[in-house]
């Protein structure tokens, strides 16, 4: 079973930041936060990841709480583009730890 | 660099008939994964390979046969489809703690 909630949908006006919240409050020492999305039907795509610290790449930033029992990734600057489905993995960082999916947060931006 | 391959794109197949889902890779990445996702769910882990030679079984294994001869080729085999297996597939690879990188997915529907 996924070991993270999400909200099931959220809204966001094009233009401004979108926050997508997860809890992970059974997350281990050695597990990372990941985030992908899934755009209509095509194959997820890769956002981020991270431990303890926050990170921020060309595509968003992620929040992890001091206590890692949540995390919050960041879109800075919504388009319409980034409507999708995304969804908060918590994994070891090797490839033998599958990614197990849940239902994810559906993002609509809007015009 | 093509990334994940994934033939066919779709296919429709009679219940009892056998395919194979093709998935081949360039990134030279050892780890490969195929998952189905239902209409409206998440990704759902059917099996995985660590290595040319070694596979594995996922979370929803049944009904599906996989074999890794090579570092590239990942086939996923139905012998007898049945209407559950009505879903879409997509193959995925990665390399330790990077992301995964997913195929555009192959939409099966049994009739």
């Known amino acids: 079973d996924a070991k993270t909630t999400q909200p099931p949908s959220m809204d966001c006006a094009e233009g401004r930041a979108a926050n997508l919240p997860c809890n992970h409050s059974?997350?281990?020492?050695?597990?990372?936060v990941y985030w992908y999305r899934q755009i209509h039907s095509q194959g997820p795509q890769y956002i981020i990841h991270?431990?303890?610290n926050n990170e921020t790449n060309e595509m968003a930033s992620l929040i992890i709480t001091e206590d890692r029992k949540s995390s919050t990734l960041i879109l800075p600057h919504a388009t319409l583009r980034d409507t999708a489905v995304y969804y908060c993995?918590?994994?070891?960082?090797?490839?033998?730890?599958?990614?197990?999916f849940g239902t994810g947060t559906r993002l609509q931006v809007f015009p | 660099n093509a990334g994940v391959t994934q033939t066919p794109k779709f296919r429709i197949l009679k219940i009892g008939q056998s395919m194979t889902l093709q998935c081949t890779q360039d990134?030279?990445?050892?780890?490969m994964y195929w998952y189905r996702q239902d209409p409206g769910m998440g990704l759902k882990l059917i099996y995985y390979?660590?290595?040319?030679?070694?596979?594995d079984k996922g979370e929803v294994p049944n009904g599906y046969n996989v074999s890794r001869s090579t570092t590239e080729d990942f086939p996923l085999r139905l012998e007898l489809a049945a209407p559950s297996q009505t879903s879409v597939y997509f193959c995925?690879?990665?390399?330790?703690?990077?992301?995964?990188?997913f195929g555009s997915g192959t939409r099966l529907t049994v009739v």
């Open positions: 995925a690879t990665s390399r330790t703690n990077y992301g995964y990188t």
């Open positions: 059974t997350i281990s020492g050695n597990e990372y």
């Open positions: 991270g431990l303890k």
């Open positions: 993995i918590v994994r070891v960082a090797i490839a033998t730890d599958k990614l197990i």
């Open positions: 990134m030279n990445h050892n780890y």
């Open positions: 390979s660590v290595g040319a030679g070694i596979t």
